[in-house]
């Protein structure tokens, strides 16, 4: 079977991406990946209580949000991760220990200055990788 990492921030970008595996590998076994930095707080659900607590907050997300967007029959074949560190040190080794054959990411909508800061994540991903990287843009 084949299988998919998806690196999630649960953004537009990275639930187009989600989409997109979907579409194209219907049945493939999809892991979602989040990473929480914590040097960078950027979710709204994020709080000061402590990592255990952000997890929670994550997974329950995961499960009212994004799952049932899905069939029952594609949810079985999804789970999410939830991991502490720098993202593409995750996204590597998460891709490496789950055997990924594909990674699809999603990319921000950013103009100007910080376009060039646009795919720092998908590029350091795209760089130290060797398998093939899908990266999906945001529409607005």
């Known amino acids: 079977m084949t ?3 998806v690196p999630t921030d ?6 187009r ?3 997109l595996a979907r579409e194209l590998m219907p049945n493939a076994e999809i892991k979602l ?13 994020q709080s000061s209580l402590g990592e255990q607590a952000n997890h ?6 995961f499960q009212d949000e994004v799952l049932s967007q899905f ?3 594609q ?16 996204i590597i080794e998460a891709a490496q220990s789950f055997g990924a054959d594909f ?3 999603g990319t921000h909508a950013r103009k100007g200055l910080n376009l060039f800061f646009l795919g720092s994540v998908a590029q350091g991903v795209m760089q130290r990788t060797h398998v093939p990287v899908m990266v999906v843009p945001h529409r607005d």
């Not at 949810?75 to 995750?90: C, H, Y």
């Open 3 to 5: 299988r998919i990492l």
């Open 10 to 15: 649960f953004s537009e970008g990275a639930h």
């Open 17 to 19: 991406a989600l989409k």
């Open 33 to 45: 990946l989040h990473v929480f930095n914590p040097n960078v707080r950027s979710l709204p659900y």
């Open 56 to 61: 929670d907050a994550i997974q329950k997300h």
């Open 71 to 73: 069939e029952e029959a």
């Open 75 to 90: 949810r079985e074949r999804m789970e999410l991760e939830v991991v502490v560190g720098q993202p593409v040190d995750a």
């Open 103 to 105: 990674i699809f990411m």
